[in-house]
């Protein structure tokens, strides 16, 4: 992959999880837009309003009410918005959804239908040409549903008179199918010392990572172009996996964990054959069982798969019913014990048409229903 070259017709917008991540992942890119004569915008998902720990630090209080997250909330909009002066982008160019902090995987599993239509409005008005959003394989569960969000959006409701070129980068976690598709920013020391100076204008954020936070200034910023395939599945648990139209089939392999979560829950979102969003949430036995799929907006079984396995690894079969075929599907498997993800969320790609699959075996058809 070949990053490409901005010019004054070029439109680059940037989706920020949260006030700091402009300047982290990209602050060398902006840089090279402003000097090319590119326009620039940057949308904040979030304002960061859930960042306990810092806040707590600066302000002397443990107890967090709405009234101090929401001046929180303002404090690190500022810090943004100082931040985009060192690289140049100006106030006229920033927009703040003000999406819930720590909250957008809930979007996704609650339908996110209007959350998707504010995304495709602010991308439809302005109509970039390229499009930096973050890596559905970051760690950070933020970042990784907001990758998910925009790439429903740009599968479903952009217009295709719309050619945008859309760049993923990855702040958190050390993904092996992102490094195969990335290709590195040269930077130079001037740019360099600007990053810097952008990343210390978020004061909240140094002020208990600081060593932390100004090493993303030295690390050359890179970037994977969507859709480019990354190859065999190399990320986090899931080492495989199969999709036609009747079934979905998953190799899963586990490493023992000094802390384990309580239970491990495989999820998946895409889109339904009637045109809405489906949520669907699987939790994962220790030995050989069947599955149940649960809705996650209804609470009710929308069908039943097979786990073929034990505890450390297994072969998961699905009912793939549920989603439309022509659509992604997007799935991840979570056991976390702190905050980060073990992987991000992984894309499956609609099932070609007119393709002739070989059929599950008939212990795990018959496991194959849906209610």
Known sequence: MYLPNLDAQARVMMFAP???????????????????????????ATD??????????????????????????????????????????????????????QGLTNLLFDGCHETLHRLALAIGTWRPTHLLIPSAADTHPDHSALAVLLNMVCEDFLPRSLAVKRLEYLVHGASGSFAQRACDLPQSISEVEAKR??????????????RRFLRYAKRPERFALSGENSGP????????????????????????KPLHAEETSLYLVGQDISGG????????????????????????????????????????????????????????LDRRVWFFDEAGWREIAPVPSRTAYPSPGPAAARELAVA
Request: with cysteine.
């Open 48 to 101: 960061g309003e859930r960042n306990g720990w810092p806040q707590r630090l600066l302000e002397r209080r443990m107890r967090l009410r709405e009234n101090d997250r929401r001046r929180w909330a303002r404090r690190r909009r500022a810090e943004a918005i100082a931040a985009l002066g060192v690289l140049r982008v100006g106030l006229a160019q920033v927009q703040f959804l003000s999406l819930p902090d």
């Open 277 to 332: 969003r489906r949520s669907l949430r699987v939790v994962l036995p220790a030995r050989t069982s069947k599955l149940d799929l649960i809705d996650c907006g209804t609470g009710e079984i929308a069908g039943v798969g097979r786990y073929l396995g034990d505890k450390f690894r297994a072969e998961i079969v699905l009912p793939a019913h549920p989603f439309a075929r022509d659509k992604s599907l997007y799935l991840k």
């Open 18 to 44: 949260h006030p700091d991540d402009e300047s982290l992942a990209a602050g060398v890119f902006l840089q090279r837009a402003v000097t090319s004569g590119a326009a620039v915008r940057i949308v904040y």
């Open 197 to 210: 100076r952008a990343i210390s204008c978020h004061v909240t954020q140094v002020a208990l990572s600081r």
């Open 233 to 256: 599945c190399v990320d986090g648990p899931i080492r495989s996996f199969q999709r036609n139209r009747s079934h979905l089939r998953l190799e899963v392999a586990f490493a023992l």
